[in-house]
C-alpha cells in the first residue's frame, strides 16, 4: 500500500487494526529504555546472534530480567529467536525496524492531513492507513 509517497506492508496489520494500533504497538514494545538498549546491543551485533545471558551480562541485568524484555520484543516483530541446541540466540529483525520509522513518518503525516469522512472511522475506506 503507498500513502503519501510511503510505501506500507499492510500484512503486519491484522484485520480490524490499523495504523494506530500498529504504531501503538510498537511503541509500546520500545517504552522502556532497557528495551532500546536491547534493540542497540543485538544491532551492534548483526553479524552474530546473541544468547539472552549474553544479553544480559552486556546490559549489566539479570537472565530473567532479560528474557522478560527479549519476550516483548519478540512479539511486536523486533526481535528474531532461533533455538540452537539447548540455548535461544536473538537477532534483531530490520524488517520491522524499518516498518516502524514508516509507521511513525506515516502516521505524523496523516496527523497534519484533514480528516475526509468526519472521523467516522468504522465506515471509512482509509481506516487501516489512517492515525
Known sequence: MVVQDITLETDRLRPGRGLVERACELQSALGLPVRMKMIKVLGSHADAPLSVTEVARMLSISQPTATKHLAILHRAGFVRREQVASRVHYTLDLDTVAEYRQVLD??????????????????CPYAQTCV
Open 106 to 123: 506515516l502516521a505524523f503525516r496523516h496527523a497534519f492531513t484533514p480528516c475526509v469522512n468526519s472521523f467516522d472511522c468504522d465506515t
